[in-house]
């Protein structure tokens, strides 16, 4: 059954940094699209940044410049490193992963961390 797992989440004060990593139980996990997306009060989720199985990145313009997205294939975890938090962070976030082979989706998600920024 696969898993997703996030951690790292919490109260912060403006301007701080936190790193969120998510530990997959996924086979073959360096074959899918990790994402982060988030979510907050009232508000539809929304991606934040992604990296491809090939290592491509993509990030929100929200975000560019202070988030940074990596993984580490041989863990089967993604991170998010968010430095220069600002109180529009505050979200639930939400490891994705992503994956079509043969047609079909492969889509899974974890259950999410929060993460409050306050000013």
């Known amino acids: 059954q696969v898993q997703l797992v996030e951690s790292g989440g919490g109260l912060v004060q403006a301007g701080e940094s936190l790193r969120l990593s998510c530990a997959a139980s996924?086979?073959?996990?360096?074959?899918?699209?990790m994402n982060w997306y988030r979510q907050a009060p009232g508000k539809q989720r929304e991606l934040v940044a992604g990296i491809s199985s090939a290592d491509t990145t993509n990030y929100a313009d929200f975000v560019k410049g202070r988030f940074t997205i990596s993984r580490d294939n041989a863990k089967n975890t993604v991170y998010l490193q968010m430095n220069s938090l600002k109180s529009e962070d505050t979200a639930v976030y939400y490891c994705n992963a992503h994956r079509v082979r043969g047609g079909v989706m492969y889509n899974y998600w974890g259950q999410g961390t929060q993460v409050t920024v306050s000013s």
């Open positions: 996924i086979s073959f996990f360096g074959l899918y699209a």
